[in-house]
């Protein structure tokens, strides 16, 4: 299975960090964000990996190149204005082929094991997600999950964590360049109870702000009791 990373957001809510570095190559750790998605993703057997950018793009393919030293081949997708999630999916398609992928967006850290997702799409279905408990700044959460299945409405909800497993055919009415939203598809594919999901309660953080960012860079280099 292929996985992509989403690498091409502006990160308005991390300026001024973002305005001379992309993102996905802020550090936490001593190292950029995306670079604990490829190692992770490539201890589970994710060796294929596509990478698509658009602000501050030739960093990300300069700091990444091929992606050998990971024992990974990194491919890139390059928007000349981001594409939103879907849209920049559907312009990746060509590199994911016409089999169920994996999506993990650039701009969040976690400790969760992606090995189980290679098997986690049920057949004819469209979407499998990894929900997380509403963080603070999240609390109204996104999808209810019920028996697996996910919901857009319910009485209790959880946040999607930008983990998902999806089918091409989800994103087959988007033209290549067209900008598109992922929530109305996903929403859409819920009604016809076609999207499964589950909860993890692991480490998960959105790095949306500076503050989230030297918040989760001070755990990981404080020293271990």
């Known amino acids: 299975m ?6 091409a957001g502006r990160g308005e809510r991390m300026r001024p960090l973002t305005d001379h570095t992309p993102k996905p190559l802020l550090k936490v750790g001593g190292k950029p964000l995306i670079v604990w998605h490829i190692e992770r993703l490539t ?3 994710f060796k294929t990996l596509i990478i698509n950018h658009a602000h501050l793009g030739q960093q990300i393919e300069d700091a990444l190149g091929s992606g050998s030293q990971w024992g990974a081949q990194i491919q890139y997708s390059p928007e000349k204005i981001a594409l939103e999630t879907a849209g920049g999916i559907a312009n990746a398609l060509p590199l994911l082929g016409n ?20 098997t986690a799409l049920k ?6 997600l990894v929900m997380v408990n509403n963080p603070a700044q999240h609390p109204q959460g996104d999808f209810a999950l019920q ?4 919901y857009a409405e319910g009485a209790i ?10 089918s091409p055919a989800l994103f087959k009415d988007i033209a290549r360049g067209q900008a598109a939203k992922l929530a109305p598809l996903l929403k859409a594919a819920m009604q016809q ?3 499964t999901g589950e909860h993890y309660e692991g480490i998960w953080h959105d790095i949306g702000t500076p503050e989230r960012l030297q918040a989760i860079d001070q755990q990981l280099n404080s020293p271990k009791v």
């Open 123 to 128: 057949p004819a279905h469209l979407a499998h």
């Open 147 to 150: 028996e697996y299945k996910l």
């Open 193 to 195: 109870n076609l999207v």
């Open 43 to 45: 201890q589970a057997g």
């Open 157 to 166: 909800k959880l946040t999607f964590s930008g983990i998902g497993v999806y």
């Open 99 to 118: 089999e169920p992928f994996l999506v993990v967006n650039g701009d969040v850290f976690t400790a969760f094991d992606f090995t189980p997702l290679k």
């Open 2 to 7: 292929k996985a992509m990373i989403l690498a």
